[in-house]
Structures are given as C-alpha cells and as structure tokens.
C-alpha cells in the first residue's frame, strides 16, 4: 500500500458524492496502490449506508464505523490507526481541503519530506470576526507553545509512515491534532491552496466549540499560564510592600484619617478576580490531567468494512 486519504466523516452524506468524483481520480494520479478510508464519526443521516454501498462496490474503500460521534480528533487517530499506506493524507470531507492537492502533497514526498501541509493562501472565505480571532489563536499560541504551528494551516496534510507512527505512539487522549503533527518534527514543508468555501452540509463548530478548542490547544502545549501567576503576585506584594511603608509613613506623619473605601473596593474586586481566574486556569489544566488519568480510550469502533 502506498497511499491511504483519511477522512473523518460526520453528517456528510450530502457531501460524500462530489468528494469521491474528485477525490479518487486525484489519488490515482499518484499511484493505484492506494486505499480509502473513511471514519464514519457516529453520523445520524445517510453518511453511512452510503459508505457501505461504496465500500460493496470498490474494495479500495474502507470504512470504520465508531460507536457513537467522539469528534473529529478522535475519528482522524482511529483512521491514522488503520491506515497503512507509505504515505497518508488526511482531509476533511466538506471538499475544503481539495483533493486535486493531493498529487502535489504526494511529489513533495517523493522528495523526500515526512509532513506536507497545505497552507491556506488567505482567508477570505471566512467571516471577519472568525480571521481575527483564528489569527490571535496562533499569534497567542506560537509565542506561548514551545513547537510554533504554521499559521493558517489545519489537518489537511500528508504525512509519511514514521510521522503517522509518531503521532500514534503520543498517548494523550485529548487531541489538538494541529499541534501535535509539528510536535513531532521531521522534515516539513508547506503547499499553499486556497480553501473554498464548504460545498453542502454545515460546519460543526460554533464560537464555544472554537473558544474550547483553543483552550484545548494551549493547554495542551504550554504550561505558562499556570507560572504566570507567580510573577504577578510577586510583583503585586512588592507593590503592597511599598504601599504599607507609605501607609505608616503617613500615619507617623499625619495621624490616621479613616479614607478610602473607593480603593479599598477596587482592590478587594480587583484581587478576587485576579484569584478566581488562576483557579480557572488550575481548574483547566486539572480537568484535562483528570480525563488523562481516567486512561478512557479516544474512540470505540463498532464496524469496519473491507478492513
Ligand atoms: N467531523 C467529524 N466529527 C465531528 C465534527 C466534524 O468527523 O464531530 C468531520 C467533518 O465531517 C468534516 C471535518 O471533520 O469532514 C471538518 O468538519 P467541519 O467542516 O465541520 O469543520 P470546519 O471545516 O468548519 O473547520
Ligand atoms: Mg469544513
């Protein structure tokens, strides 16, 4: 096997038909040992009796069926898992990652490189607020995180067989994809693509969805924000250091006038909510080691088709 394409699917049966026309003459263009392999991610519509008729009809498809929807991350590992092709690429099923890519992914590996990632040229199919805030994710995420991912490029990639083994062999359970395909290094490069807009279905991500996944993200690649804290309240008990000196300063001085409850209020509400925030922060880093102790499994398979 010298290819294998990756697609986690989710609801995407209306996507599925135009995907195929584009995706296999694209996968042929590179070699005809290649293989498909679709990761049915607990979808309610049509998406998997489709898949099963595809597979019946062309045992290049392949189909593994999870139990119920784990979310996209969970659905890719279980497609990296099966894959056993030389070289696997991973898209989405939406047609935003074009398949008509794939053969130039697939010569930059002939040349010898191990992570192929596709770049997008700009974003203008996205909306304003989605530009700004993706572009303060990776701004924020590259100065914190200590492996920077590429800005504006996503899952869709080719990854050669000692990358995919890499990533498999990294056994967190909660998954930043993007972040762990840089992690493990080897020699990458970027193939620039523009992303159309999707072609039928809609995104499963809304704003909270994004906002946790970049939670996620950091979390998952940085430990600063939970030393941060440390330097801000040395430099606050400095501050307050000073301040007391002042305070008695002025009482020797002046006598005690009781004054005051302007700044009293502002630093008692300032510094309790400076304290509920660092304890948001340990409660997020706390929540993911307890979903990483809980040593749950990513994903269940309930079928797998010509696997
Ligand atoms: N997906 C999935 N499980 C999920 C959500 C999404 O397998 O819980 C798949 C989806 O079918 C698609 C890909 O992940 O192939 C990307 O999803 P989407 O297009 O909604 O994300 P966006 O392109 O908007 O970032
Ligand atoms: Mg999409």
New binding site residues.
Partial sequence: MELSAV??????AV?LPGLRERLLPALQRCTSQYELIF?N???CDDTLPLLKTWAKQDKQIKVISLSR????EA??TAGLTAAQGQAVVV????L?DPPELIPQLWEKFQEGYDNVYGVRKDRTTDSFFKRVTAGTFYKLYNRLADTPIPHNA??FRLLSRRAVEAVLTLPERERFTKGLFTWIGFKSTAVPFTREK?TA?????NYWKLWNFALGGLTASTTLPLKLWTYFGLCISAASFVFALWTAYKKIMFGNPVSGYTSLMVAILFFSGVQLITLGVIGEYLSRIFNEVKQRPAYFIDEKINL
Avoid: C, H, M, Y
């Avoid at 697609?7 to 995407?12: A, K, R, W």
């Fill in positions: 697609i986690p699917v989710f609801n995407e996507s990761v991610d607990g979808s929807n784990f979310g996209k659905a890719l898209l989405d099923a939406d935003q996503g899952d999707r279905g809609k995104t499963k991500w």
